[in-house]
């Protein structure tokens, strides 16, 4: 990688966290390639998020072999060609989420603030979250700026992650004023509802959510 500038870690991070849409690839009963196009959240931690109904084809893949893997692209410039846009592939296991599970409240909401529209099916006794045990990041940036990292890498570190996880209604409570809504809030930064669902990154990663009032002050 010949441009110092280039942070792996925080444009894949940057990648995923703002990306709404992914493409799904999973394993065929034959043990072959499977893409469909689905839409994203992520965790706390920054693991990714589905939503998938049980009659779909890649939801019985997972059910049979979870290993799978998503890619999210940043658009490219008006004219320019589509492959300058940076892109991440993540790879891991897919798990779902039992609704009787205690994360499961919490991990759907997640995935509700990023996609409300959802709310209109999320009851269907056919549809359930699914959660990736994340097992590494392939990113691509351009001519020369590939990347691959471990899991450790990109996810936040646990401990962090369940200080947020138990912070984010208060801190979301806290932080709501007249301007546009806050729906979420991680240590990588805050999801946005005005007439979509934005995504507003931190300049770097939080270790406290004690920070973040101050971080969403610089930002302003």
Do not use: C, W
């Not at 065929?28 to 049980?54: C, K, M, N, R, Y």
């Not at 008006?78 to 940076?86: I, K, N, Q």
């Not at 890498?153 to 979301?172: K, M």
């Amino acid at each position: 990688m010949d441009d110092a500038r280039f942070d792996a870690q925080d444009m894949a991070r940057r990648i995923v966290r703002s990306a709404a849409t992914a493409a799904l690839g999973t394993l065929t009963t034959e043990g072959g390639p499977f893409v469909t196009f689905v839409t994203v959240a992520t965790d706390i931690d920054g693991a990714p998020l589905v939503f998938l109904s049980g009659l779909a084809a890649h939801t019985r893949h997972l059910a049979r072999d979870g290993r799978a893997s998503l890619l999210m692209q940043a658009p490219a410039g008006d004219g320019e060609d589509p492959l300058t846009g940076a892109r991440v592939t993540v790879m891991g296991n897919f798990r779902r989420v039992a609704r009787d599970e205690a994360s499961h409240a919490r991990l759907l909401g997640r995935f509700l603030a990023r996609h409300p529209q959802a709310e209109g099916y999320a009851g269907f006794g056919d549809f359930s979250i699914h959660h990736m045990n994340v097992d590494g990041v392939h990113l691509v940036a351009g001519f020369g700026r590939i990347a691959r990292l471990f899991a450790s890498e990109f996810l936040v570190p646990a401990a962090v992650a369940d200080a947020f996880a138990a912070a984010e209604a208060g801190l979301l409570d806290d932080l709501n004023g007249s301007g546009p809504r806050l729906v979420a809030v991680d240590p990588d930064g805050v999801d946005v509802a005005d007439k979509s669902v934005k995504r507003l990154s931190f300049p770097r990663r939080v270790d406290d959510p004690g920070e973040v009032k101050a971080f969403l002050a610089g930002l302003g």
